[in-house]
């Protein structure tokens, strides 16, 4: 009673699903529920770590919230400096002078603060060696100019000092 469909296979009622499906014991079942538990607390641990990620992401965003708009005041005291060292005026100079004093104080007291002056040790995490010199009264690694102040807001390094280096 075996009719050939056009494929070639059979029309029988019986499904080789049905023949092929075996009842799950209970170790399979078993088994199962480990997967899934196991599957469950490695996604609730993924989630805490972004969790936590997030939160550091935020707290450092809140921290350093005036990062973008200190940097951009870097300009313009770049600027004071560079009128300081090119006006013959002495009048001129000393008004720089006094600009840039106060200018200074104010980055104080918001925790800015100015590195890489002439006599330090240059330190590869602070200072940008644009070029070396050689002085022998001078010590080895030792800055002898300085191009650019590097600053520091809180603990945050916002700019490197562009400096030259000593070496003998």
Known sequence: MN?????????????????????????DLEIVIKSLEDKQLRLKAEFDNFRKRKESEI????????????IDFLSILDNINRG?????????????????QDFLKKMNDKEIKEFGKVGDIFNPELHEA??????????????????ELGFKYKDLII?????????K
């Open 84 to 100: 300081i060292d090119s006006y013959k005026d002495e009048n001129t100079k000393k008004a720089l002078r006094l600009i840039r």
């Open 130 to 147: 644009l070029t070396t010199a050689s002085f022998k009264d001078k010590k080895d690694d030792e800055i002898v100019e300085v191009y």
């Open 59 to 70: 707290s450092a965003l809140f921290k350093y919230e005036g990062k973008n708009f200190i």
């Open 3 to 27: 009719k050939k469909v056009k494929n070639g296979s059979s029309s029988s009622p019986v499904s080789e699903k049905a023949t092929s499906t075996k009842k799950m014991t209970k170790k």
């Open 159 to 167: 700019r490197h000092a562009k400096v030259v280096v000593n070496k």
